[in-house]
């Protein structure tokens, strides 16, 4: 059946800010405490999506979750009512409270891991919520990222919703960061990669120095929920040596679109072996591998090439969406540059100001959830997350309206950031259609 790529993107939350929360992602850490400029990075996100909707490639909103976090708080001990809870909090525990309030939910490639209804034994698109568990401030993300994804794939005749798995460090789940497609048309079955960084149950390799926060346990449960037929599942383990070298996810090195994987030349551990698989299973399979002496493991995590947006047009050519720091990079750059005229599908790069979210780690492909939905399907989708010209115009001016443009962790202690907070995502479930999605609205 015919078929079409739908992004997802997050909308960064009023509370952005830089707490070096993500030991493992280097850009957490080494932009910890620097002042953050909400309104900025709520716009940089804004824009792209805009851009990509204006260019074809249509476009959904997922909005923000409500921050700080007080119920988790609570159940840290801190009481009072909110704003005590908050005061207290502050003054006993900043960094929780840090924690508790950051815009982390922006980065919904780590909402959930998705199957198209091609791939899926019962015929329905299938979405498991990722339980994040490895950091605390993202695995508080899972019940209200089940509750937005709820109000947007609302029709239960095409969509299916799942829960987190466990929230243990066995079945740790990072959602569609560590998942990739693989395939001819979108409508067609494909295979499905999954890639993990360990796995719980066997003293295998694992990287010395950073968390590898994906297991093959939970890989393993996610595809069982979204009941993809397990004769097209991969997994893949990464290899140990780039996590240790701040590669925390699986899309901060490779990145896939129908039948290409762009990927790092040191993504995998048993990178040919994984190739061979694909090759069998997926017709037409291109690895487009950048070798090290190109492009350093280091290089790729601090410009981001690799956690690009590799889009489909209708007559097959590609484009792949970057971030500035790809282009600011004269090797990265020159490198891409001839990609464009070596003998691929990638027909044109575009380049996007994300440095916002991507000071924090998150780049273009951070910030969307990709959902292959046939055209019925989309017709299911709550229409209200839809980015056009209006709902643009009038996003932007809810943020000028609501959001700082300066915050620093000690900004998070003012009682009338929560009321702020409260009032803007009030107002934006009834722009976004979305219900009560929010626990201050319950
Ligand atoms: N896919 C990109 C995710 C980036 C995210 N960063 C953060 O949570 C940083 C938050 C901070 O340090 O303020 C992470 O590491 O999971």
Redesign the pocket.
Known sequence: MKAREVNFDGLVGLTH??????FG?EA?TKH?YRVSNPRLAAKQGLLKMKALADAGFPQGVIAPQERPNVPVLRQLGFTGNDAQVVERAAKQAPQLL?AAS?A?AM?V??AATVSPSADSLDGKVHLTVAN?NN?F??ASEAPTTESLLHAIFRNERYFSVHGALPQVAMFGDEGA?NHNRLGGAYGSPSVQLFVYGREEAKAGLIPARYPARQTLEASQAVARLNQVNPERVVYAQQNPAVIDQGV??N?VIAVSNRQVLFCHEQAFLHQHELYTALREKVSGFMALEVPVNRVSVTDAVSTYLFNSQLLSRDDGSMMLILPEEARQHAGVWRYLNELLEADNPISELKVFDLRESMA???GPA?LRLRVVLTEAEQQAVNPAVMMNDTLFVTLNSWVDRWYRDRLTQADLADPLLLREGREALDELTRILNLGSVYPFQC
Request: net charge positive.
């Open positions: 800010h830089y707490a070096g929360l993500s992602n957490s910890q840090s950051s982390s980065w490639a780590n994040l950091k401030h993202r960061a925390f996810h899309d924090n780690g998150g951070c």
